[in-house]
């Protein structure tokens, strides 16, 4: 996407750098039972956590958002006024367009999007401008708002739903990467949703102003059996229309802590990618990640890539963020073959998270190895799930709750909308782990570095005088040696560092230094609730890490 609203690189400003602590939750019917009554709740659940949200003058949000259920219904209303037939539900997707004010620049999207839908064997059935009423937001808002436009394409009728979904993927990046790329293109452009099964309403707004905007949301003829909601407080950056979530698939509050590093790997494994779903039409849907987005956008993106390249929802969110398993000595094949294997292929995205995330078949969420982001959900009597960073969002009769429970650190929540019930944490690992060879796949064909032959390897000695010359040069002191070196050699020793470690930059010294001593790990040190809550703040730290990007 374009982001014309922000400021360049310029200093030590870097737009790079952002961290947010945000609110999130979803309200859902775990039988699927659509309804407005859920649209309330999620919206009143948003309300509730305004306080976890930052403003810009006292009129403007950070951000809020809604991801829905598509309204069937409502949405065959609204089409028919337009002269626009639709076919059965699911046969059709339904995308919210973030155009540029500009027309000339509007139609120019609009006709490339009409092209691409095209080209890729779906059928264009025609635009809806989406009623607003910018009146209700803040000032700050209506300088950047969009032009809100709504999509609808029908299905090829010898794809599946899975396919029409990829073909969805495909059209959608291909616009962003020509929008990226037009030079008459330079207002924002942004593809909030486009699917067969979701919605998402979002913007630069406070909470109790989504509903006065979107007047869609206000409407009782709008119905959905859940509703994913975000409060966004954007700690190191400026907030803006395409910056609130929810993103396409998920809704996150935390930080990644190794953002650059994740993204870094997921630009150079592309070059070798592979995909069976996608087949030559992969070069279409790269680079995976949109690097102006933030850390949540980034995850979206490798989620959603996953997701489109043939891996369940709940599979793909195990790949990035998953249990601590290597040193867990209870942990068990085929769970730890499951991680093991796929550690190979995927980085963690690691840090203080907690994400929930939806395609509409599904609804769940997942929290860090380390659980240091509060997750608690109530069950009632009549089949609703109540899911929040925190407690008292959605108001409930104590008498109508059968279940309170808290997510564990690296645990999964999930409720399968298709069958009607909650999937234990449990019961979904022992599936998804046992569903490939995982172990037999290792045995085959990983090596040990404990396996190596070393019948070959030559060992030579030096005089004491030419090895000191040779520490000398590369920078090795005493220190390094004694607490660090020896210890790993003679103790099996990990090196220990701390957050304010504060030897001189290596960059800086005019004596020879080790090439590690170059490198730092960026990370954000918060946890919400604070651990300590007077020395805790949320800010970043670096800390030396011989050298370890992550």
């Known amino acids: 996407m374009k982001q014309t609203n922000l400021p360049k690189k310029h200093g030590l400003y870097n737009p790079e750098n952002e961290h947010d602590a945000c609110g999130i939750g979803f309200v859902a019917n775990i039988k699927k039972i659509s309804s407005h009554k859920i649209v309330e709740q999620g919206i009143h659940m948003l309300c509730q956590l305004k306080h976890r949200g930052g403003e810009v003058g ?99 009728a010898e794809l599946d739903e899975a396919g029409f979904e990829r073909a969805l993927y495909l059209i959608r990046k291909q616009v962003e990467k020509f929008a990226a790329t037009s030079e008459l293109i330079t207002e924002t452009f942004y593809v909030p949703s486009l699917s067969t099964r979701t919605v998402i309403f979002k913007g630069m707004l406070l909470p109790e102003q989504i509903n006065q905007y979107y007047l869609d949301l206000a409407d009782p003829a709008y119905v959905s059996a859940f509703a994913l909601v975000h409060s966004r407080f954007s700690t190191n950056t400026f907030p803006s229309w395409e910056r609130a979530h929810p993103y396409r698939y998920l809704i996150h509050n935390g930080e990644i802590n190794t953002q650059r590093g994740n993204v870094n790997w997921m630009k150079a494994r592309e070059k070798r990618a592979e995909s069976a779903l996608l087949g030559k039409d992969l070069a279409k849907v790269l680079p995976v990640i949109d690097e102006s987005g933030s850390d949540s956008a980034t995850l979206d993106n490798a989620l959603e890539f996953l997701v489109q390249a043939g891996r369940s929802l709940p599979h793909a969110a195990m790949m990035l963020i998953p249990e601590p398993w290597d040193k867990n000595p209870h942990m068990t094949d085929p769970k730890r073959a499951f991680y093991e294997y796929h550690s190979t292929l995927m980085e963690p995205w690691d840090g203080p998270t907690s994400i929930s995330f939806t395609n509409g078949r599904v609804i769940g969420t997942i929290l860090d190895r380390n659980g240091l982001r509060p997750a608690r959900y109530y069950e009632t009597k009549d089949h609703t799930i109540i899911y929040s960073s925190e407690t008292g969002v959605v108001p409930v009769d104590p008498s109508e709750v059968i279940r309170k429970e808290t997510v564990g650190a690296g645990t999964m929540l999930l409720i399968d909308l298709e069958a009607g019930r909650i999937v234990t944490d449990s019961e979904l690992k022992d599936e998804l782990t046992t569903e490939k060879p995982y172990r037999e796949w290792l045995d085959l064909e990983m090596t040990e570095i404990a396996d190596l032959v070393t019948a070959d390897l030559r060992y030579e000695s030096m005089d004491k005088s030419e090895r000191f010359k040779k520490q000398r040069a590369f920078g090795y002191t005493q220190d390094e040696l004694n607490k660090i070196l020896i210890p790993m050699v003679t103790e099996k020793k990990d090196p220990m560092g701390a957050m304010g470690y504060d030897a001189p930059l290596a960059v800086l010294s005019q004596r020879p230094q080790v090439l590690f001593n170059y490198f730092k790990q960026l990370f954000a040190q918060v946890t919400n609730p604070p651990i300590d809550g007077i020395r805790e703040e949320t800010v970043t730290s670096a800390m030396t890490l011989l050298g370890d990007e992550e």
């Open 58 to 156: 006292g009129d403007t949000g950070d951000g809020a958002g809604i991801l829905l259920e598509i309204s069937d219904s409502f949405f065959r209303r609204e089409c028919s006024k337009l002269g626009i037939t639709l076919p059965e539900k699911y046969h059709y997707a339904v995308g919210m367009f973030n155009f540029p004010q500009n027309k000339a620049q509007r139609e120019c999207l609009m006709s490339e999007t009409e092209k691409l839908i095209a080209s890729e064997g779906q059928t264009f059935l025609g635009w809806r401008k989406l009623p607003t009423d910018v009146t209700k937001v803040g000032a700050g808002a209506r300088k950047t708002e969009p032009a809100m436009y709504q999509l609808f394409i029908q299905k090829n």
